[in-house]
């Protein structure tokens, strides 16, 4: 080995261990971009990554801790990108002696004030998304979900996508799709479950308040547009 070689070599392994220190960001070699991951822990059994409701990125095993500061919480919990939340995520209290099962409509119901932690796997760059009014609210993030109101046209790429909307009067939720093979979840500000349908034509009476919709469609390789309108009653 000659010096040239040498130093490359030297180099290349002060390169190597510089990017194993990094536990904010890796690269995703399958779509060629940088996930950012939470500042707060390492991702770890030991120090899972502390966060509140948002959209979080991965890509291998990682470990996310939630804090729910009231009894009786539901929390959604969803996949987004390469990802089935109801197969590929545990979550269990912070002690990991309970683990918590999911109902179909991607809700952990009536968790009691506790420490839990999201354990998600993937062999691939993958997003999921965590949502709950009782978890932090300090820390939820602004991709948390995504404000809509009467009258817009929407595009969907994702898998999954979480929408908030207000009525500020008795009225109804009115909402139509491109695709029958598009599966509605509506809940409330507590995030009990409303209602859950699949079909290309919804719509639902309610009091006036805050609620969330998510959207999942069962063809990826098709963006779904969609209509949102409110009426009163």
């Not at 809940?187 to 479950?193: I, L, T, V």
């Not at 209602?195 to 639902?204: A, F, I, L, Q, T």
């Amino acid at each position: 080995m000659n010096i040239r070689h040498l130093y490359i070599f030297v180099f290349a392994l002060f390169m190597i261990s510089c990017g194993e220190t990094n536990n904010t960001k890796t690269y995703a070699t399958d779509n060629k971009s940088i996930i950012d991951y939470p500042t707060k822990g390492e991702g770890t059994f030991q120090s899972p990554y502390r966060v509140g409701s948002g959209i979080y990125q991965f890509n291998g095993e990682k470990y996310y801790n939630i804090n729910v500061y009231k009894s009786e919480c539901n929390v959604l919990v969803y996949g987004i990108k390469n990802f089935d939340s109801l197969t590929d995520l545990d979550l269990i209290d912070d002690s990991h002696s309970q683990e918590r099962v999911p109902t179909y409509n991607y809700l952990y119901e009536n968790l009691p004030k506790d420490g839990y932690d999201i354990i998600v796997s993937s062999n691939t760059y993958s997003t999921f998304g965590v949502f709950s009014t009782c978890i932090d609210e300090d820390s939820t993030q602004p991709n948390a979900y995504t404000e809509i109101e009467a009258g817009n046209r929407m595009s969907m790429e994702d898998e999954h996508a979480l929408y908030k909307f207000t009525l500020s009067r008795v009225g109804k939720f009115i909402l139509n799709t491109t695709s029958n093979d598009v599966h509605v979840r509506l809940y409330d500000e507590d995030m009990n479950s409303l209602y859950s349908e699949s079909d290309n034509k919804h719509e639902k009476a309610l009091e006036s308040g805050d609620y969330y919709i998510l959207l999942s469609k069962s063809n990826n390789n098709e963006d779904l547009d969609f209509v949102f309108d409110t009426s009163s009653l």
